[in-house]
């Protein structure tokens, strides 16, 4: 929900842009292993480095584990160079192939943690899960013969994901609880390669309005965005909204055949440019399915990287409107290296421009502490602005034309052409109190664990869905009563003001465990206060 009063720390929000680099990522071919050794035979740094860790290996008081010694090497050495540059040992770089890839292997489920105990959220259609009997509402007791739930059970997703997680082919079997029962059922499930979407949801708001929800971009976003136009465009969409907020990158090849289907004919996209890689520019080809038609992009603070790209062809080529907040401000481009031993580097190779010349890089070279603090500066400023001074553009880099001659900033991101003040309530915080203290999911994993196929019975589609569920009234004290168990003290100026909202909330998770997540997405828009603003604004594609 777009409706939460906003507070940062400095370890959430890092963590945060460390999921996934930020990167702009283009694939580079594996180096020869010959340009190691090569390079290693030649390189002083490199002997040198050789020499230190003999006489640590000799002589150093306690044993080192040098996995780990290597890794915070590499990451300091380019820590150095600027912000995203990084090392990613064998464990990250495999998450970041399957990240990038779109897929992993697995059984196709999402999975929710409550106290003690694992919940199955939701069951991809189609999958291994759902081919094996298992619902949303599932209480998962063992992993083979290891135990995951049950009192004094430690709360660790990683390692319950670790262990349902394995190779295509091979098979898990879960012990599961469910109906309201005690007793654990035993089910063998076959794992499979599992796509893993990012266009999260494309659905029609009404009968002319489309809207396409993209979490990052990975090798699949292009083939996925364009089968969702297609679709929305078979529906009547006239009017498209784009949502990129909390977007942090990904592949830049995706974000360019992106905006390639929203841009006509020969609009430069983007271009890249580095001390070893001359300038290229990329064109927008013949045959986007949405190159015409009223095209709205909203962005916030996380937008990054690949979401600027796009972002600034639409903007710099006067093609829609962009609306929200400023975006992160990172012109970078990395190639992944491969390294001995399943490792590699992300290592920033160019820069991108948008097609009015400006590169939207904030500056890094105070090093990276100085260059993460200034963005939660920076933010903190931007939230407690005045509204009539939103989102000041950065003007130190200068001003640049669109091709309408419109004038835009770059050097510290993408200033939307509608700058969107943040929602500021102190009843927010009774809400949010709530959220944080999984007081829906803990009633709503309670009506799915003891009701699911009476639900599923009454609600065979979303449809039927949509029509007749409500949210009674012993339900939301259910949730609110969750609450008071947390220690929260029950406020009724937010419980009057935002009700209606927050029974929408309960009704949306619902939707999405029953039927998928463009379900939830379905539900809650229309409580999507920047959404609703989005659809108000019109904004000048020309100078004045």
């Given at each position: 929900m777009t409706k939460?009063?906003t507070?940062?720390?400095?370890?959430i929000v890092?963590?945060a842009?460390?999921?996934?680099?930020?990167i702009g990522v283009?694939?580079?071919?594996k180096v020869?292993?010959?340009?190691?050794?090569?390079?290693?035979d030649?390189?002083?740094?490199?002997?040198r480095?050789?020499?230190l860790m003999?006489?640590?290996d000799?002589y150093?008081?306690?044993?080192?584990?040098?996995?780990s010694?290597t890794?915070?090497?590499?990451n300091a050495m380019l820590?150095?160079?600027?912000?995203?540059?990084a090392?990613?040992?064998?464990?990250?770089f495999?998450?970041e192939?399957?990240?990038?890839?779109?897929?992993?292997e697995?059984?196709?489920?999402?999975?929710?943690?409550i106290d003690d105990?694992v919940?199955?959220?939701t069951?991809f259609?189609?999958g291994?899960?759902?081919h094996?009997g298992?619902?949303?509402g599932?209480r998962?007791i063992?992993?083979d013969t290891?135990?995951v739930?049950?009192?004094?059970?430690?709360?660790?997703?990683t390692?319950?994901?670790g262990?349902?997680?394995?190779?295509r082919?091979s098979?898990?079997?879960?012990?599961i609880?469910?109906?309201?029962?005690?007793k654990?059922k035993?089910?063998?499930v076959?794992?499979d390669?599992?796509?893993?979407?990012?266009?999260?949801?494309?659905v029609?708001?009404?009968k002319?309005t489309?809207?396409i929800?993209?979490?990052?971009?990975?090798?699949?976003t292009?083939t996925?965005?364009?089968?969702?136009l297609?679709?929305?465009?078979?529906?009547g969409?006239?009017?498209l909204?784009l949502?990129l907020?909390?977007n942090g990158?990904g592949?830049?090849e995706a974000a360019?055949?992106?905006?390639d289907?929203?841009?006509?004919?020969?609009?430069?996209?983007?271009?890249?440019?580095?001390a070893?890689?001359?300038?290229r520019n990329v064109?927008?080809?013949?045959?986007?399915l949405f190159?015409?038609?009223?095209?709205?992009v909203?962005?916030?603070?996380?937008?990054a990287s690949a979401?600027?790209?796009?972002?600034?062809?639409?903007?710099?080529?006067?093609?829609?409107a962009?609306?929200g907040?400023?975006?992160?401000?990172?012109g970078?481009?990395q190639h992944q290296?491969?390294?001995?031993g399943e490792s590699?580097?992300?290592?920033?190779?160019?820069r991108?421009?948008s097609p009015?010349?400006?590169c939207?890089q904030?500056?890094?070279?105070k090093?990276s502490?100085e260059y993460?603090m200034?963005y939660?500066n920076?933010?903190?400023?931007?939230?407690?602005?005045?509204?009539s001074v939103?989102n000041a553009?950065d003007t130190?880099s200068g001003a640049?034309?669109t091709?309408h001659?419109?004038?835009?900033?770059?050097?510290?991101?993408?200033?939307p052409?509608v700058?969107?003040?943040?929602?500021?309530?102190?009843?927010?915080v009774y809400y949010?109190?709530?959220?944080?203290?999984?007081a829906?999911e803990?009633?709503l994993h309670n009506?799915?664990f003891d009701?699911y196929?009476e639900?599923?019975?009454r609600?065979p589609?979303?449809?039927?869905?949509e029509?007749?569920?409500?949210?009674?009234?012993?339900?939301?004290?259910a949730i609110l009563?969750q609450?008071?168990?947390k220690?929260?003290?029950r406020d009724?100026?937010?419980?009057?003001?935002?009700?209606?909202?927050?029974?929408?909330?309960?009704?949306?998770l619902?939707?999405?465990s029953?039927?998928?997540e463009a379900?939830?997405?379905?539900?809650?828009l229309p409580?999507?206060?920047?959404?609703q603003?989005a659809?108000?604004a019109?904004?000048?594609l020309?100078?004045d």
């Amino acid at each position: 929900m777009t409706k939460k009063k906003t507070t940062y720390s400095l370890g959430i929000v890092l963590l945060a842009l460390c999921v996934g680099l930020l990167i702009g990522v283009i694939s580079a071919p594996k180096v020869d292993s010959g340009y190691w050794q090569k390079n290693a035979d030649e390189s002083m740094m490199s002997a040198r480095m050789n020499a230190l860790m003999k006489l640590v290996d000799d002589y150093y008081v306690d044993k080192v584990d040098y996995d780990s010694v290597t890794n915070l090497m590499m990451n300091a050495m380019l820590s150095t160079l600027d912000p995203h540059s990084a090392y990613l040992d064998p464990s990250a770089f495999a998450q970041e192939a399957e990240m990038m890839q779109g897929q992993f292997e697995g059984v196709g489920v999402t999975l929710s943690y409550i106290d003690d105990t694992v919940h199955i959220a939701t069951v991809f259609a189609g999958g291994p899960a759902a081919h094996a009997g298992l619902q949303p509402g599932d209480r998962i007791i063992l992993v083979d013969t290891t135990k995951v739930s049950g009192v004094g059970m430690t709360k660790n997703p990683t390692d319950v994901i670790g262990h349902i997680r394995g190779p295509r082919h091979s098979s898990v079997t879960l012990g599961i609880q469910r109906d309201g029962s005690n007793k654990i059922k035993k089910v063998k499930v076959r794992r499979d390669v599992i796509l893993h979407n990012s266009v999260a949801a494309a659905v029609m708001m009404d009968k002319t309005t489309g809207y396409i929800l993209v979490t990052r971009f990975a090798e699949t976003t292009a083939t996925e965005f364009h089968s969702a136009l297609l679709e929305l465009n078979q529906q009547g969409m006239k009017h498209l909204v784009l949502d990129l907020r909390g977007n942090g990158g990904g592949v830049l090849e995706a974000a360019i055949n992106m905006a390639d289907e929203l841009l006509p004919k020969n609009d430069l996209i983007v271009y890249t440019q580095g001390a070893h890689s001359s300038r290229r520019n990329v064109y927008a080809t013949r045959g986007g399915l949405f190159e015409e038609g009223r095209l709205t992009v909203l962005i916030n603070e996380h937008s990054a990287s690949a979401s600027e790209v796009v972002s600034g062809a639409i903007q710099d080529n006067d093609r829609g409107a962009i609306i929200g907040h400023r975006s992160f401000g990172k012109g970078l481009v990395q190639h992944q290296f491969e390294l001995p031993g399943e490792s590699a580097v992300m290592l920033t190779v160019a820069r991108y421009y948008s097609p009015s010349g400006r590169c939207i890089q904030r500056p890094y070279d105070k090093g990276s502490d100085e260059y993460y603090m200034e963005y939660l500066n920076r933010l903190l400023s931007d939230y407690n602005a005045a509204d009539s001074v939103l989102n000041a553009p950065d003007t130190s880099s200068g001003a640049f034309l669109t091709k309408h001659g419109r004038k835009v900033y770059g050097g510290g991101g993408i200033q939307p052409d509608v700058a969107l003040p943040y929602f500021r309530d102190n009843h927010l915080v009774y809400y949010n109190g709530l959220i944080n203290a999984q007081a829906f999911e803990r009633v709503l994993h309670n009506e799915l664990f003891d009701h699911y196929g009476e639900l599923m019975k009454r609600y065979p589609t979303f449809e039927s869905f949509e029509k007749g569920y409500r949210v009674d009234d012993a339900t939301f004290e259910a949730i609110l009563k969750q609450g008071d168990k947390k220690g929260l003290t029950r406020d009724a100026t937010t419980i009057s003001k935002y009700g209606a909202e927050m029974r929408n909330r309960y009704r949306a998770l619902m939707a999405m465990s029953l039927y998928g997540e463009a379900a939830y997405y379905k539900l809650s828009l229309p409580f999507d206060t920047e959404i609703q603003q989005a659809l108000k604004a019109r904004v000048k594609l020309t100078a004045d």
